[in-house]
């Protein structure tokens, strides 16, 4: 059962390392954090759903859905910076 999520273990690091990121920013920017938290805790919800079920349709997309993934988790991975060397 696992195999078929090896493909996306990239994106699972670094998906996980995105979410971290932008929860830091969310802190910096002065964000209630039990709110914060219990967001992301019903977004990462939500892409379990999203990710196992997806996933089951869509494997043989595979390499296309890793790529716009990493792209995505790229962009908004360099906002993040972006705006916290800013100082915004």
Known sequence: MLEQYLPFVAL???GNIEN???SSQGVVAGVNPLK???ASFICVGMWLAIGTFGTQLLIEYVSFI???GGLAIFILGAQAMITSIRGE
């Open 12 to 14: 699972i690091i670094f």
């Open 20 to 22: 971290l990121v932008l």
């Open 36 to 38: 914060l938290g219990i």
């Open 66 to 68: 890793e790529f716009l």
